[in-house]
């Protein structure tokens, strides 16, 4: 057991956040069977909320690419992942869904909750939940009382099981459901503790530049969808700002073609698209404006026909860092509008060398050293030692940073103009420096200055769970100094 690597993972982590961790392995809440409160709100939503892309078809459900029969609640062969999806219940509101289908699904999965150990964790629960209601709002005839009983036990659950030991964004799930559900059946104690729950992490998890602190443009957009489903059913005006924020990052974190760049943990398929998200947002009668990047650590450079994402941040939820990757001075580059340099993207959760890889500097287009990551990614979600990065210039052309990931400080210089995009490295020693490229980029675009060696082989990339396409790559070996310039 690595003793040091385990003291620099959890000496960040948060009081509160280690007392849960260790009251959870004691405390396991059960569920119990509630009755419903007497009066069910009869919220009627602003709007249609967005509909969920196919994934049900007859009895076989598809997540992450991979298909299978259902088989039960708890079927975990396919990972964990595809087994929560499964328990969230995302899909009763998939497109072309029949409101008879959907009500045979809610009185299986209410037959057999007893057994269902992955249904009953706490995040499946919040998702769950905040999905039936939307249901029960769109199709208030089919809120049985049975159904309502069951969904206010697994709210009463929850309310137990509060993601204390996480944070992040699974508390934020806990909040944004536990303040629907509230609303739905009007109680007032719920009430109380959802609407503090939730704006105090919202405070928290917001920053100014409104990203999540998470830094996964991925996660920022499944959870500015929740927001905006929690204030379909709500209207609190409280969320009125922290909408208007996370839209206006989402603005300025997308391309010229409205995607935004594969950084930390994101992947296609999985959150709603920001055009979706965009739309949504206007139904509900909400403006914003684009905000400038600055605290979430990113920043856009851009010419006539080149715009790049360059990554000059630190690992900003320093408690939760279970979606960040080792990739500190990391970019995208496309050219003319088609992708150019890319990420190699994530294509699972499971704790397995591929994650491992996919989190690493090398799977990144940044600079390792002695084959060493800048910051250390381990056990799947987990960081022990991680690099400082500092600005030392920022402007719209020309971006420095220096980050002290390696046993000697290392600095990046961006630079963009008009007749390309230009990459220096500086380093004290012996380095190398990896570029991902698209399967069809011109490696003769890329001109490299002062390497000692250059290798070249074809590598994974995956820009969705469980699917590979190919990618380029040059790892390019120097000492003390590299340039490079894609025109």
């Given amino acids: 057991m690595n003793f040091e690597r385990i003291w620099s993972t959890i000496k960040h982590l948060r009081g509160k956040q280690f007392l849960f961790q260790v009251l959870y392995r004691v405390y396991r809440p059960k569920y119990k069977d509630y009755t419903a409160p007497g009066i069910v709100s009869h919220i009627i939503l602003k709007t249609e909320p967005i509909a969920r892309d196919k994934c049900l078809y007859n009895q076989s459900f598809t997540f992450l690419n991979r298909s299978h029969p259902f088989t039960g609640w708890n079927f975990t062969d396919n990972g964990m992942l595809w087994a929560y999806n499964q328990n969230y219940f995302d899909w009763i509101n998939q497109k072309e869904f029949s409101q008879k289908e959907a009500c045979q699904w809610i009185d299986q999965f209410i037959m057999e909750l007893p057994e269902n150990k992955v249904g009953l964790d706490p995040y499946p629960i919040a998702l769950r939940c905040v999905n039936w209601v939307k249901f029960f709002c769109s199709h208030p005839e089919t809120a049985t009382k049975p159904r309502l009983d069951s969904l206010w036990s697994q709210y009463k659950l929850l309310e ?238 020309e971006i420095t940073i220096m980050h002290n990931g390696f046993s000697k400080s290392y600095a990046r210089t961006f630079k963009m103009t008009e007749e390309g995009f230009h990459v220096e490295d500086y380093y004290d020693g012996d380095a190398i420096s990896y570029i991902h490229l698209s399967e069809d980029a011109d490696k003769r675009r890329v001109v490299i200055e002062e390497a000692t060696s250059i290798e070249e082989f074809t590598e994974k990339a995956s820009i969705e769970y469980n699917r590979f396409i190919p990618c380029q790559v040059l790892k390019i070996h120097f000492n003390g100094h590299l340039a490079y310039r894609i025109h």
């Fill in 160 to 397: 137990r099981k509060l993601e204390y030991h996480l944070l992040g964004n699974h508390l934020l799930e806990d909040a944004f459901s536990l303040t629907v559900g509230a609303y739905y059946f009007d109680d007032e104690h719920m009430r109380r503790k959802g609407i503090k729950l939730l704006l105090r992490e919202l405070k928290e998890q917001i920053l100014p530049d409104g990203a999540h602190y998470e830094q996964s443009p991925m996660y920022h957009c499944i959870l500015l969808d929740r927001l905006l489903d929690t204030y379909n059913v709500t209207k609190l005006e409280e969320l009125i700002p922290y909408t208007q924020r996370m839209l206006g990052h989402l603005e300025s974190i997308c391309y010229n073609d409205d995607t935004w760049p594969f950084f930390g943990d994101a992947a296609l398929g999985i959150a709603p698209t920001p055009q979706d998200i965009k739309d949504y947002a206007r139904r509900l009668g909400l403006s914003w404006e684009a905000l400038p990047l600055k605290e979430c650590g990113y920043r856009k450079m851009h010419s006539k026909r080149m715009e790049s994402f360059v990554d000059v941040g630190s690992i900003t939820a320093s408690y939760q860092p279970g979606h960040s990757h080792a990739d500190t001075g990391n970019y995208e580059l496309r050219v003319d509008g088609k992708p150019f340099i890319i990420e190699t993207g994530i294509s699972t959760y499971d704790k397995t060398p591929r994650r491992q890889y996919e989190r690493s500097t090398a799977a990144h287009n940044c600079v390792s050293v002695n084959g060493q990551d800048s910051s250390e990614v381990w056990g799947g979600f987990r960081v022990g030692n991680r690099c400082k990065a500092t600005i030392q210039r920022d402007t719209p052309t």
